[in-house]
């Protein structure tokens, strides 16, 4: 364990305090049945921290073991964490049954598209494959985040804080993991020390925002939008495109001076 | 290389989120759009476009010209600029709104068809990028009021065909909940 050094080991220690009061939080507001996936996926990072410790405290911080089991928990917390990422989007756009048919295809094509450039830029080297994947990962998970935000922003749909807060902390999570994974690890692979603390320190963060958004049990559960028929939506919207389209093309006849005067 | 790759990656997902956590537009309860955009076209600034180019009539301008000192035409040259710009800003309001009841409209119908919404997307895009065009052309010293007026009256058209649109669904859930309560009286599961 000396191998982390004193002030690592203290993060480590504040993390794991904190993740655990969290799922408590979790459990006392009874949020986890609104949010079984994002429970879920806190109750994996406190057991990865706690089958990490045992591992370093058994075979030693630079181990084989320990390397092997630290990047086995990952793959399973970064499962859950895509869960945690698609109950999100649930909450945010799911009861607008048509919006989300077409959004949830956009998210997971904007994730994948994310997930390739981040493959292909990360300049494949065998000696940092599982960085190079949890990169891409990282980054995908935050494209859907941003783009589920976007979404919402455009139909206009209101997003409680408790759910703004869980994708602010989801989100920065993953850019400061990508980071850590393009820059710390890449550049200045020998400061092994200031990665493990950056990344620590950017979960431990990201925590407390989510304990501050778990305070309160999470607000009810809103009835299903009455739709309207669909017939309204195919009668009106291709009108109303033809209109904006008119729209743009009289903003193109202000630069025609010579334009007949109407 | 790739790490800059990577990081302008990583920039410009920080600024998109902050630009979508940026304060909602509305917030209800219900988290759907807000029904308010509703609100009545006749109150919209397209309508008043008459009483704009009433007032900035061409007629009017060359007499001024003609009669008035070249320091006063220059004033009133000022001031129709002045009052186009203010204009077109109250346009993109009204425009604004409208796309809210579109959004009102894609939200609360059960399917929704991809090739519109990119269209509108796309077209929503154009818009405000020749919006800001129009917008410098006016700073510039151009002033075409016979070109706004047509969009003036594309706006109204616009909020008066989904002010119609907003009537019917309104109707529909009047009816919807006309029929829920009839079936409770009488005993019946709707569901």
Redesign the interface.
């Known amino acids: 364990m000396n191998d982390l050094g004193l002030f690592t080991q203290s993060v480590w220690a504040v993390t794991a305090v904190v993740q655990a009061l969290l799922l408590c939080l979790l459990l006392a507001r009874k949020n986890v049945s609104s949010y079984p996936a994002f429970s879920a996926y806190i109750f994996m990072t406190l057991a990865q921290s706690g089958l990490l410790f045992m591992a370093i405290k058994g075979w030693g911080f630079s181990s084989t073991v320990a390397w092997r089991v630290g990047w086995a928990t990952q793959c399973v917390v970064l499962g859950a964490r895509a869960f945690a990422v698609a109950e999100l989007c649930r909450h945010v756009l799911g009861r607008f049954l048509g919006v989300w048919t077409s959004a949830r295809w956009i998210l997971l094509g904007s994730g994948t598209a994310v997930l390739l450039y981040a493959l292909i830029a990360a300049s494949h080297q065998w000696r940092l494959v599982l960085n190079t994947a949890e990169l891409g990962l990282e980054l995908a998970t935050a494209a859907v985040i941003v783009m589920l935000l976007l979404f919402a922003r455009y139909y206009d749909v209101a997003v409680d804080p408790q759910l703004r807060l869980l994708a602010l902390g989801l989100c920065l999570y993953s850019c400061a993991s990508a980071l850590n994974d393009a820059v710390l690890e890449r550049w200045l692979d020998r400061y092994v020390t200031l990665w493990n603390v950056f990344g620590m320190a950017a979960f431990l963060a990201c925590l407390l925002l989510w304990s501050w958004a778990f305070r309160k049990p999470a607000p009810q559960t809103v009835a299903a939008p009455l739709f309207s028929s669909g017939s309204v939506y195919l009668n009106i919207i291709p009108e109303m495109n033809s209109r904006l389209r008119s729209l743009n093309e009289q903003l193109i006849e202000f630069w025609r001076p010579e334009a007949p005067r109407t | 290389?790739?790490?800059l790759?990577?990081?302008a990656?990583?920039i410009t997902?920080?600024v998109?989120?902050f630009w979508?956590?940026r304060g909602?537009?509305?917030?209800?309860?219900?988290?759907?759009?807000?029904l308010e955009s509703s609100e009545d076209p006749s109150r919209q600034h397209a309508t008043y476009f008459g009483v704009i180019r009433q007032a900035m009539s061409q007629e009017d301008f060359e007499f001024l010209a003609a009669r008035g000192p070249g320091r006063l035409v220059r004033r009133a040259h000022k001031e129709r600029q002045r009052i186009a710009m203010l204009y077109l800003a109250n346009l993109r309001a009204d425009?604004q709104r409208l796309l809210?009841l579109?959004?009102?409209?894609?939200?609360?119908?059960?399917?929704?068809?991809?090739s519109?919404?990119f269209?509108?997307?796309r077209?929503?895009i154009?818009?405000f990028w020749?919006?800001q065009?129009?917008l410098f052309?006016l700073y510039a010293g151009?002033l075409?009021l016979?070109?706004?007026?047509?969009?003036s009256q594309?706006?109204s058209?616009?909020a008066f065909?989904?002010e119609s649109?907003m009537k019917?669904?309104g109707e529909?859930?009047a009816v919807?909940a006309e029929l829920a309560s009839t079936l409770n009286r009488r005993g019946l599961d709707a569901t």
């Open positions: 290389m790739s790490v790759f990577i990081l990656g990583v997902l920080l998109l989120l979508a956590l909602p537009r509305r917030d209800n309860e219900a988290g759907a759009p807000g425009f809210r579109a959004a009102v409209i894609a939200v609360l119908s059960p399917e929704i068809a991809a519109h919404e269209e509108r997307l077209l929503t154009r818009f020749r919006y065009t129009v052309g151009l075409l016979p070109q706004l007026g047509g969009l594309m706006v058209e616009l065909r989904m649109a019917e669904l529909r859930a919807a």
